[in-house]
C-alpha cells in the first residue's frame, strides 16, 4: 500500500542554520510527492513538489528531490529563518491506483530559534 | 494561486446542537473534496471524500450520521457536525483539487469547541 514516513520531531534550530527534514515512502505506483507547511492556527500550505522522478522541487530556499531509489524526498534549506518556524508534512498522491487520495506523513514541528 | 476558502474559522458550540463548516473554492472548480480532523499534535486524519453531486465516502471509522457531508456544487462543500459532543473538538480542515494530479488546496481550518 501507500505510506509516508516522515522525521519525527520536535527539531530545533538557530537562525541560519541547515535543514533537512527526511522523508520516505511507499507507493505501489507512481505517486507524486508534495510537501506542505502549516503554520500555527491555520490550515496547510503547498510548500512544493514532485511529479516523477529525479525531479526537484523548489520554492522560498527550501528544495526536495524525489529519489525513486531511496524512495525519499527529503526537505532541505540552507539558511532557515524565525519565520520558518511551522510544521512541514510529507505527502504522496497516487493517482492511478488510490485515486484523489492522498496520504500524509506525521509531520515534523520546527522552531527557529534567533 | 489556488484559493479554498473555509469558515468559520473559531466555532464554539453547545453539547448536543449542531455546526456547519463550509468550504469554497474560490478560483477554481473542485472536483474533489476532502475533509480531513487534526488532533493536537498530530498529522491529518482523512474523515472523508466528495465529489459534486456524489455520495460521500467516508474513511473506515468515520461516522457518516454524525459527520454530514454535502458537496452540492463545483464549489462549495460543507460538514455538519451532528449533535456535537466534547469528543468531537477538533480541527477540522476541508482541501480541494481540481483534477488529475493537481496538488491539495487547503482551508486554513475550523476550530471547533464543545462546551
Known amino acids: 500500500g501507500n505510506s509516508v514516513t516522515q522525521m519525527e520531531g520536535p527539531v530545533t534550530l538557530s537562525e541560519e542554520a541547515f535543514l533537512t527534514i527526511n522523508c520516505t515512502y511507499t507507493?505501489?505506483?507512481?505517486?507524486?510527492l508534495f510537501w506542505y507547511v502549516q503554520y500555527p492556527g491555520e490550515g496547510l500550505q503547498l510548500l512544493l513538489k514532485?511529479?516523477?522522478?529525479?525531479d526537484k522541487g523548489s520554492n522560498k530556499g527550501f528544495e526536495a528531490t524525489y529519489r525513486k531509489e531511496t524512495t525519499s524526498f527529503h526537505l532541505e534549506k540552507g539558511s532557515v529563518q524565525v519565520s520558518d518556524s511551522a510544521v512541514y508534512f510529507c505527502a504522496l498522491s497516487d493517482r492511478r491506483n488510490t485515486g484523489n487520495q492522498f496520504y500524509f506523513g506525521t509531520g515534523t514541528s520546527l522552531t527557529v530559534i534567533p | 494561486g489556488a484559493v479554498v476558502s473555509q469558515h468559520p474559522s473559531r466555532v464554539i458550540c453547545k453539547s448536543g446542537t449542531s455546526v456547519k463548516i463550509e468550504c469554497r473554492s474560490l478560483?477554481?472548480?473542485?472536483?474533489?473534496m476532502f475533509w480531513y480532523r487534526q488532533f493536537p499534535k498530530q498529522s491529518l486524519m482523512l474523515m472523508a471524500t466528495?465529489?459534486?453531486?456524489?455520495?460521500?465516502?467516508?474513511e473506515q471509522g468515520v461516522e457518516k450520521d454524525k459527520f454530514l457531508i454535502n458537496h452540492a456544487s463545483l464549489t462549495l462543500s460543507t460538514l455538519t457536525v451532528t449533535s456535537a459532543h466534547p469528543e468531537d473538538s477538533s480541527f477540522y480542515i476541508c482541501?480541494?483539487?481540481?483534477?488529475?494530479?493537481?496538488?491539495?488546496?487547503f482551508g486554513n481550518g475550523t476550530r471547533l469547541t464543545v462546551t
Open positions: 478560483d477554481f472548480q473542485a472536483t474533489t
Open positions: 514532485a511529479t516523477k522522478a529525479d
Open positions: 482541501s480541494a483539487r481540481w483534477q488529475g494530479i493537481s496538488p491539495l488546496h
Open positions: 466528495s465529489n459534486e453531486g456524489s455520495k460521500a465516502t467516508y
Open positions: 507507493a505501489t505506483g507512481y505517486p507524486s
